[in-house]
């Protein structure tokens, strides 16, 4: 049934980003590239799928919102830079598991090896400007997407750790706070905040362990960005550390998440246990 899947809102609320900035923000982005990530998405998705016996059928959710992800997020000068990324995220979900579990956020995972492997791949932390519109969009949105999966916890220990961090950095160095709210008002921090770094499946499973993992980017997303200049430092940082999931899951027991529970509902709560998908 169509919105039956929290996953829906998702790929229609992802969807609309992606019109909303081409149509209102300028962005240099070629429509064949959105098509190139959709299809390379989907085949990768499909052809794996078959290869490893996971999936009774093809996982369309899924692909879709990894495609749209890269769509947003990544620009690229060449359609096989796109098609890289777009692959490599659909197989870390297959090759990088443990206990049938990826860890590493698909279009995460994309990104950052386009960003590492190709010449002509970047990201734009910036491309949203700061319309406060967009945030209210944003915050809107993926509020109601987190709330339905659980994960406000980890979207406030994000936010707010960075924040306060970059709150202190500003009356040390004595700036003006209109400063600080331009370092935070970005829709590229705000998408990661909420359809990123809470992606369910890739997360730690415990409250506890997400909270100190969420922290843990925080601090490192501030030291890259403010230490090291990288633009995309938020993207590095997860990815660097996507594999502490591994070990929180191992020292704290908690539920693994599951899309749908044995009626066919969204599961949002920690503690009903679930099947795995």
């Given at each position: ?67 749209l992800g890269l769509s ?12 890289l990324a777009a692959a ?132 490192f997303t501030f030291i ?54």
């Open positions: 049934m169509l919105l039956n899947d929290v996953r829906d809102y998702q790929i229609l609320f992802l969807s609309l980003f992606l019109v909303l900035g081409i149509g209102t923000r300028d962005w240099t982005l070629r429509p064949e590239l959105i098509g190139v990530a959709i299809a390379t998405c989907l085949l990768t998705q499909w052809i794996l799928s078959s290869v490893f016996s996971q999936e009774q059928k093809l996982n369309i959710r899924s692909a879709l919102i990894t495609s947003l997020l990544l620009r690229a000068d060449h359609w096989t830079t796109m098609a490599s995220a659909i197989a870390s979900k297959f090759l990088f598991q443990v206990g049938n579990k990826h860890f590493f956020n698909p279009a995460n995972f994309g990104i950052i090896t386009a960003l590492l492997l190709t010449s002509d791949a970047w990201v734009s932390p910036g491309q949203w400007g700061e319309d406060w519109w967009y945030g209210l969009l944003f915050v809107g949105t993926g509020g109601m997407i987190v709330q339905r999966v659980g994960r406000w916890d980890t979207t406030a220990a994000f936010l707010g750790s960075y924040s306060l961090l970059e709150a202190i950095r500003n009356l040390w160095l004595g700036w003006t706070w209109d400063v600080y709210l331009h370092r935070l008002m970005s829709g590229s921090l705000l998408l990661f905040a909420l359809f990123m770094v809470t992606d369910p499946r890739s997360i730690p499973n415990a409250r506890i362990g997400r909270i100190v993992w969420a922290v843990c980017i925080a601090i890259l960005r403010n230490y090291f200049f990288i633009s995309s430092a938020v993207f590095w940082a997860l990815f660097i550390l996507a594999p502490l999931t591994i070990l929180f899951d191992a020292f704290l027991s908690a539920p693994e998440y599951s899309w749908l529970s044995k009626d066919g509902n969204t599961t949002v709560t920690d503690n009903s246990p679930v099947p795995s998908p």
